[in-house]
């Protein structure tokens, strides 16, 4: 391909689309119903955009291998139980015991890798098989009923904000930095795309391709689980469905990025922007005062339709 | 003439006595009598919510119960995870274990009409509990009284605001029979109010999570919210957003969720009520299925009365030792095996 102006104007238009999306979005938002743009709305979405954006940057680099990560909401979930079963309300225990359930999450993301490598499982099957596998430790060890309570340490951390911007905020935009990081400037990063891309070649090139994506999973259970730590946090309690939608909205994210299915494209901060627009429909809907039905479907008529406008955007690429 | 009297007399007299039958709507169930010991089937929507926990382990210590008295040999229970699809296919799958009758808990009213109809046709008894379907085809619906439930509370929220302002109601899941009922039943009653306006009918899937994020919103939209409405947990979720934007939480409606009746006793500025829907649902249709196992007649509906809890009786109900996930109106022999040590 040619290296002209033309290809590098395409090339950012590509990437920049999704932006100028969410940008018409908010516009519409804004005009649709001034309460959108008031100062406390727009903190709670973007709140909910962070959060699920953490989330959706580990999926990232899952997808980015060619890979799905489905566990990502039952990881969650047995964050919330566990630490609120194993903290009970003592302060000193918060840090402790985060620390053990994100060794835990790595320990989740560590099998998924296991599976899709070394035992070749489709991603697909092996992280639902976990959601179920997970599901099932959470309940053996709640019994069904989460026991225990959030110590303040901890709902600190969910709700605090820096400078009127939420704790989950700042947390967001430095793991989509770091992120970024690691996918355009480290090696692990063009790792990743190379076997996203083409995983034989990648191979073929000296790449340890099973080593690569066993990170990938590992970085997505860890970025779950950290995001089930903050999400309990902020609700203030054990919950067995915590993080319910985080599956699928977290790929959406990723996808409405500009990531593909296959592997081997996409960014973080596309995929940010996905979660924003995410968060944004979600507000944006019960906003109009739309019944629930409703709701359902203009969100899903507005993804469809920002996804087709921005593959279109890009076809002229 | 005392010929014609006496026989219109008696048609009157047999008139009332066949349509009283029909207005108490018991059903004759003598073709479902069989010699225990039983197979029970128990098809369940889902564990999704602490309350469906309870209500199920409501449901399994009294199949233990009857176990124990040998009127049960097997006992068959599935869970369709809020899929009704699924749920289809786990009726399905109790019909082919030949159980002697069946007890459902319906994903969604709709999707579960057939199969329960079909199994009625088959000849196994139905019970349903908790959530209906959407036709009159099964032996006895049994449930804690949903509209009853929203109405005493929508009723206790007129009352609070002096039938004037604005309201916000929060249900639960999309589709399931109780979070729909209650719903409609709370609508009905402040429809019925011309001072007061309904600002948005939302659902909260019975998750603090979810209920919270739509509170948010609402406050933002609605800078004058009266009263909330919430059949369930959603209402932990609300307040946890009036508190986040610092303002006071309007009287608001709830459930026995020790969640909520610990943090309305740690807040003695909280006006509240709480309706029950009685998690001992589980036991009565237990019972409901033995008696029609043993051919006694059984009600057509059965309603399960719901308590009330006041800030003046809160103390009886609220249990600071036990977890958020309990109910309050759980049975104490069921509570020592969901919280054991307790």
Known sequence: MKLTAGYAWRKTAEQSAIFVILVILVVIAAVASPVFLKERNIYNVVLQASMLGIVATGQLFVILTGGIDLSVASVIAFMSILSAGLMNGRNELVYPVALACLGISLVIGLANGLLVTKLRIPAFIATLGMVLIVQGIRFIYSGGMPKGSIPDGLLFFGRASLLWIPLAVWICLAVGALSAVILQRMTLGRSIYAAGGNMRTAYMSGINTDRVQIIAYMLSSFWAGFTGLLLTGWVGMADNWLGRGYDLNSIAAVVIGGAVMTGGKGNVWGTLAGACMIALLFNFVVLLGLDADAQRIVRGLVIIGAVGLYVRMSARA | ?342
């Not at chain 2, 719903?183 to 948005?200: D, E, H, M, N, R």
């Not at chain 2, 009036?242 to 006071?248: G, I, Y």
């Open chain 2, 1 to 342: 003439m005392k010929k014609t009297i006496l026989r219109v007399l008696i048609i009157v007299a047999l008139a009332a006595v066949v349509a009283g039958n029909a207005f108490s709507q018991t059903v004759d169930t003598a073709k479902y009598k069989k010699a225990p010991p039983w197979t029970i089937g128990f098809s369940n929507a889902s564990l999704s919510n602490t309350w469906r926990v309870s209500f199920v382990e409501q449901l399994r210590y009294s199949i233990d119960e009857a176990k124990k008295k040998g009127l049960i040999k097997d006992y068959y229970e599935t869970n369709a995870n809020d899929d009704p699809t699924k749920q289809v296919a786990d009726v399905e799958d109790l019909i082919t274990k030949d159980v002697d009758l069946l007890i459902v808990s319906a994903s969604s009213s709709e999707a579960l009409t057939p199969v329960v109809e079909k199994a009625m046709d088959q000849g196994i008894p139905v019970v349903m509990v908790d959530r209906n379907i959407s036709s009159d085809k099964y032996v006895t619906f049994l449930e804690g009284s949903s509209k009853n439930m929203a109405k005493l509370q929508a009723d206790w929220l007129v009352q609070q605001i002096g039938g004037k302002g604005n309201v916000v109601l929060i249900t639960g899941l999309a589709g399931a029979s109780p979070a729909e009922d209650r719903l409609a039943s709370a609508t009905a009653v402040f429809q019925a109010q011309p001072g007061i306006k309904i600002l948005a009918r939302e659902y909260g899937d019975w998750s603090v999570v979810k209920s919270r994020q739509i509170m948010e919103t609402l406050i933002q939209k609605y800078p004058k919210i009266d009263a909330v409405w919430c059949d369930s947990m959603e209402a932990v979720g609300a307040m946890q957003a009036f508190q986040a934007a610092n303002l006071p939480v309007p009287p608001i409606t709830c459930e026995d969720a020790n969640q909520f009746l610990k943090l309305w006793k740690n807040d003695p500025k909280l006006n509240a009520r709480c309706v029950t829907f009685s998690v001992r649902q589980g036991s009565r249709g237990v019972e409901i299925a033995l008696k029609i196992l043993q051919g006694q007649p059984v009600p057509h509906l059965f309603l399960v009365p719901n308590t009330v809890i006041t800030r003046q009786n809160l103390d009886q109900y609220v249990r600071m030792d036990l977890p958020d996930s309990f109910y309050a109106e759980t049975q104490p022999e069921v509570t020592k095996r969901l919280f054991p040590g307790k």
